[in-house]
């Protein structure tokens, strides 16, 4: 399963969420851990403000634990990380996806979702 957090980024905004992203990639290279991984993805067509990131999850016990992220950050840089995203974030979504395929994906580096949270049910609603 893969925990997908889904980010809309505020337009005049999106240099500076890049910036605070790749801050957080650093802290999981440092740790180098061998089973977490962290994959970003930014809409080509359509809203190029939205992001998606996709983290390995085990199972649904795993969301009660601590998160892996406070064994590869400081408080500190947890803190200020996360009080900059909220300055640059308009919306904030999270999905739990199952990968397609049907095989283990414990030992794959990029597993693909099934497929990304709708957000608008209605399709009428778009471009409005």
Same mark, same amino acid.
């Given at each position: 399963?893969?925990?997908?957090?889904?980010?809309?980024?505020?337009?005049?905004?999106?240099?500076?969420?890049?910036?605070?992203?790749?801050?957080?990639?650093?802290?999981?290279?440092?740790?180098?851990? @061998?089973? /977490?991984? #962290?994959?970003?993805?930014?809409?080509?067509? !359509?809203?190029?403000? $939205?992001?998606?990131?996709? =983290?390995?999850?085990?199972?649904?016990?795993?969301?009660?634990?601590?998160?892996?992220?406070?064994?590869?950050? @400081?408080? /500190?840089? #947890?803190?200020?990380?996360?009080?900059?995203? !909220?300055?640059?974030? $308009?919306?904030?979504?999270? =999905?739990?996806?199952?990968?397609?395929?049907?095989?283990?994906?414990?030992?794959?580096?990029?597993?693909?979702?099934?497929?990304?949270?709708?957000?608008?049910?209605?399709?009428?609603?778009?471009?409005?």
């Amino acid at each position: 399963m893969l925990n997908v957090v889904h980010y809309r980024v505020k337009i005049d905004h999106i240099q500076e969420f890049e910036e605070v992203e790749k801050q957080i990639a650093g802290s999981y290279k440092k740790a180098a851990p @061998t089973d /977490q991984f #962290r994959i970003i993805y930014r809409g080509t067509i !359509g809203n190029a403000t $939205e992001f998606d990131v996709f =983290t390995p999850l085990s199972k649904f016990a795993d969301r009660d634990g601590e998160n892996p992220y406070n064994k590869m950050a @400081t408080e /500190q840089e #947890r803190l200020t990380r996360g009080a900059r995203l !909220g300055q640059y974030l $308009e919306n904030v979504q999270t =999905t739990i996806e199952k990968p397609t395929g049907g095989s283990d994906h414990s030992n794959a580096r990029r597993p693909v979702p099934a497929r990304l949270h709708a957000r608008d049910p209605d399709p009428r609603s778009y471009g409005r």
